[in-house]
């Protein structure tokens, strides 16, 4: 497809991208980071044991599940899906998270000192 454009943009994640459009910090200091690529309930629950500020990424089957283990969660939550596109959604608002459809595109960043 000659017609289509493409532009690479180097060293940007997903995650650091959330976390700058939301004017959030990841981590400080010597907090840990945690990217959890493909969620399990025991991998969910060993990261948020062990670190401070938590990615769970392609949370399509996963984000309600996710909220729901968090409902007592003493931290931050943050929501981002299809970033960088004209349908991006940002939110720490869990009941506008869980109203919306499942997306492919999409993660979730918990901070435990928020």
């Known amino acids: 497809m ?4 493409i532009e690479t943009i180097p060293g940007v994640n997903s995650w ?3 976390a700058a459009e939301a004017n959030q910090v990841l981590v400080e200091d ?13 991998s969910a ?3 948020l044991e062990h670190a401070d500020t938590v990615v769970f ?9 996710i909220i729901e283990k968090l409902a007592d969660f003493d ?6 899906a299809k970033l960088g ?5 940002i939110s720490t608002d869990t009941a506008a998270i869980q109203q919306r459809d499942k ?11 928020g």
């Open 45 to 47: 629950q060993d990261a």
């Open 57 to 65: 990424l392609k949370t399509y089957n996963s984000r309600d599940d």
């Open 75 to 80: 931290g931050k939550m943050l929501y981002g």
């Open 30 to 42: 010597r907090e840990r980071l945690c990217i959890v690529p493909s969620y399990s309930e025991v």
């Open 103 to 113: 997306e492919y595109l999409s993660m979730l960043i918990v901070k435990k000192n």
């Open 2 to 5: 000659p017609e289509l454009e």
């Open 85 to 89: 596109l004209t349908e991006q959604f």
């Open 16 to 18: 650091s991208a959330l």
